[in-house]
């Protein structure tokens, strides 16, 4: 008995695997697409709405945001400076003001005025000393100015610092 079930596996043992082999699907009918977009299309454009309304459900939420941080004060202001300062080069910056951020960083918000003759494009740098010493030195690089033209620059220090003074130097 136990020599017939040797030979039955042997014998099952020495034919080759059943070989299963996938159906080719066939490719979808053209003339039923013709008429409208593709799937993909669709899918794509109804992304594509889904994404603009949340950006309009999201941006009254954003003014709301705003109209309330203008509101509560979250700005401290430190001094301002009426008077507009030569910094070179034909570029006058002032009036300035400095205040500080709800997280205790300095913003600093100024006009400038291209008083030469000639397109400038300069680099500002405000240099704010604190009255513990520390140096704060914040850059804006501004977009060619006209002359006459004025514009209004509201530089952000990431550094934490209750300045007391201010300077601009520029670099053309």
């Known amino acids: 008995m136990f020599v017939i079930a040797l030979l039955a596996a042997g014998v099952l043992a020495a034919q080759p ?11 979808p009918p053209t003339a039923a697409f013709a008429i409208g977009p593709s799937i993909a299309q669709e899918r794509a454009l109804r992304r594509r709405l889904r994404r603009l309304a ?3 459900m999201l941006e009254p939420r954003q003014a709301m945001l705003l109209a309330f941080l203008a509101r509560s004060h ?12 030569d910094v070179g080069g034909g570029i006058l910056v002032g009036p300035t003001s400095v ?13 400038v005025r291209n008083a030469s003759k000639v397109q400038v494009s300069p680099v ?3 240099r704010l000393r604190t009255s513990d010493g520390q140096l704060l ?6 977009e060619p100015l006209e002359p006459g033209a004025t514009r209004r620059v509201e530089l952000l220090s990431p550094s934490r610092g209750r300045p007391t003074s ?3 130097t520029s670099t053309p």
């Open 54 to 56: 949340r950006i309009k």
């Open 17 to 27: 695997p059943a070989i299963y082999r996938k159906k080719p699907h066939r490719p």
């Open 74 to 85: 979250t700005e401290t202001p430190l001094f301002e400076n009426s008077a507009a300062i």
């Open 99 to 111: 205040t500080l951020d709800f997280l205790g960083s300095p913003i600093i918000r100024a006009d």
């Open 124 to 126: 500002l740098t405000a």
């Open 166 to 168: 201010l300077t601009w």
């Open 137 to 142: 030195r914040v850059s804006v690089a501004i």
